[in-house]
């Protein structure tokens, strides 16, 4: 483990949505959009720092999550924005048994 992170349950493995679909999940008490690009997991924060717009009700286009709000697109490895100046935090991502969990700072 990381000095000052920790492993949080992010939901369970049943609830991931299917390839290249969004949904939200709530872990350490934050908002944070679930996202399976094409059969991978990236968990990033759920607040586009352009309007505030809830990436969770967004979609995924050519491997990025897309705000539905104005289109501002993130990689979800690195939560830059590709198409404007901005980024959202990402977390580290594993499965283990039946639960999805994401490693977090403490401080949270």
């Not at 586009?48 to 705000?67: A, D, K, M, N, T």
């Amino acid at each position: 483990m990381s000095e000052g992170k920790e492993w949080v349950r992010a939901c369970a493995l049943a609830q991931v949505p299917s390839a290249n679909k969004v949904i939200r999940v709530q872990a350490a008490g934050r908002d944070l959009c679930l996202a399976n690009v094409a059969g991978t997991l990236h968990v990033l924060d759920d607040v586009c720092p352009h309007r505030q717009g809830p990436l969770h009700e967004g979609w995924i286009e050519e491997g990025q999550v897309v705000c539905p709000w104005h289109g501002w697109a993130f990689d979800p490895g690195t939560g830059v924005c590709t198409n404007a100046q901005g980024r959202v935090e990402v977390f580290t991502v594993k499965v283990e048994g039946p639960d999805v969990l994401i490693q977090i700072s403490e401080q949270l």
